[in-house]
């Protein structure tokens, strides 16, 4: 590492006399300062593949970003790989950092320096932590948060990493009944003043899962932050193509305000205080289109609350009609779960038209009913006359709760951890 110059070195060597010809990411290619043989020799790049090296390795030098104390590295300016990779094969990483700096990866360590890189790590963007930073281990429901947290001094003390991510882990495991994955690494931001105590959150699995938030340390409130739980609940499905997106993340949507609720984070007028307000956002940006244009074209119009919103009315509203259908024998938390057990392959993507179909055949065809219609309107989801007859009212900008609305008992099973 050159921290005046802010590069990275990388030396990639194979088991053979002669290094396999190596293609880097297409978007690592414009981080690149150097390619070269071990000796220093120049390689060149041909049709995105190197050329051929002479000898058992390769360097490659890269320009990488800084923030601060924290080198965030994204695989793809680093991590190159052979045009193929057998099945199974061995990827170890060694790092060599200047004085008092440290490493925080999503890869399994291996101890002494080491960490074995698995297969996702070439499938999906991770990223690598380096620099001067304050760590925490965190356990919680099964799982183990490794905790990198960079800021002012005494972050790692500051931050109440257990509280947080504790609450947040507890209310994700209860659709499981254990958290979805067996470790977290966790990038800590600290300093970015805002009036919440955690203000933006990035799930990757390239490598392991892996969550980078920003934060203000500073703020009180984080054992009812909402954001870790949105991003945990993106660990209970697979990763998606990009036509899922208003499907994932309306599902995190959803699930962040009713687990919350449910682990007794939020009450229960507080939980449809924080839907019916959703709902408002995500009305207010209805347009023309039906949610799954405008999940398609969100990366270029930003229409992020309508997509998210809209995503968490379609799950709502799927969610009461499953249950509503079937007598509380199914739910949206029993598709999930049916998802969560055959989604083992880490590298696979998973398009939508995946999902529906394992979704229908958990409900026996329910959720295409339930859904395609929702999907296919410009208009925001129905979801009023649902909200009435669970008994869900809002009067001068209070939530009230009628419990003797016809559908009381379902609107109370919502909040009932699954069984």
């Known amino acids: 590492m050159d921290h005046a110059r802010g590069t990275v070195a990388v030396r990639a060597c194979g088991d053979t006399a002669r290094a396999p010809a190596l293609s880097p990411p297409a978007a690592g290619v414009p981080h690149l300062v150097a390619l070269?043989?071990?000796?220093?020799?120049?390689?060149?790049?041909?049709?995105?593949?190197?050329?051929?090296?002479?000898?058992?390795?390769?360097?490659?030098?890269?320009?990488?970003?800084?923030?601060?104390?924290?080198?965030?590295?994204?695989?793809?300016?680093?991590?190159?790989?052979?045009?193929?990779?057998?099945?199974?094969?061995?990827?170890?990483?060694?790092?060599?950092?200047?004085?008092?700096?440290?490493?925080?990866?999503?890869?399994?360590?291996?101890?002494?320096?080491?960490?074995?890189?698995?297969p996702s790590a070439w499938a999906f963007e991770g990223y690598l932590g380096l620099g001067r930073f304050e760590r925490a281990v965190v356990t919680a429901e099964g799982a183990r948060f490794d905790v990198a947290c960079v800021g002012p001094p005494g972050c790692a003390s500051r931050l109440p990493s257990e509280a947080w991510l504790g609450a947040a882990a507890r209310a994700v495991s209860g659709v499981l009944g254990r958290f979805p994955v067996s470790r977290v690494q966790v990038l800590a931001l600290d300093g970015e003043r805002s009036e919440e105590p955690v203000s933006f959150g990035l799930t990757s699995?390239?490598?392991?899962?892996?969550?980078?938030?920003?934060?203000?340390?500073?703020?009180?409130?984080?054992?009812?932050?909402?954001?870790?739980?949105?991003?945990?609940?993106?660990?209970?499905?697979?990763?998606?193509?990009?036509?899922?997106?208003?499907?994932?993340?309306?599902?995190?949507?959803?699930?962040?305000?009713?687990?919350?609720?449910?682990?007794?984070?939020?009450?229960?007028?507080?939980?449809?205080?924080?839907?019916?307000?959703?709902?408002?956002?995500?009305?207010?940006?209805?347009?023309?289109?039906?949610?799954?244009?405008?999940?398609?074209?969100m990366a270029r119009t930003h229409r992020y609350q309508r997509v998210y919103w809209t995503g968490a009315a379609v799950c709502f509203l799927a969610d009461v009609e499953l249950r509503r259908q079937t007598r509380g024998a199914l739910s949206l938390d029993a598709l999930v779960r049916a998802l969560h057990a055959r989604a083992t392959d880490p590298t696979r993507v998973w398009p939508l038209r995946d999902l529906t179909g394992l979704f229908d055949e958990a409900s026996e065809g329910r959720w295409s009913a339930v859904v395609g219609p929702l999907v296919s309107s410009p208009r925001f989801p129905p979801v009023d006359a649902a909200l009435a007859s669970l008994g869900v009212r809002e009067e001068g900008g209070a939530v009230t709760l009628d419990p003797a609305a016809p559908e009381a008992p379902l609107r109370r099973a919502l909040l009932a951890a699954p069984r």
């Open 205 to 297: 699995r390239g490598g392991g899962a892996s969550v980078l938030f920003t934060l203000d340390s500073t703020r009180p409130g984080f054992e009812r932050d909402w954001v870790a739980v949105h991003e945990f609940s993106h660990f209970l499905h697979p990763a998606t193509d990009p036509g899922a997106t208003w499907l994932t993340e309306g599902l995190a949507t959803y699930y962040q305000e009713v687990l919350r609720a449910r682990s007794g984070a939020l009450s229960e007028e507080a939980l449809w205080a924080e839907l019916l307000e959703g709902f408002a956002r995500g009305r207010e940006q209805a347009g023309a289109w039906g949610l799954q244009a405008e999940s398609d074209a």
């Open 36 to 118: 070269t043989e071990d000796d220093g020799r120049p390689l060149g790049l041909r049709g995105g593949v190197t050329e051929a090296p002479t000898g058992p390795c390769v360097r490659w030098t890269v320009r990488v970003r800084e923030r601060g104390d924290l080198w965030v590295v994204p695989a793809s300016t680093w991590l190159w790989r052979p045009p193929w990779l057998a099945r199974g094969a061995e990827v170890t990483l060694s790092v060599a950092l200047p004085a008092g700096w440290a490493l925080s990866a999503p890869f399994p360590e291996l101890g002494g320096d080491r960490w074995s890189i698995p």
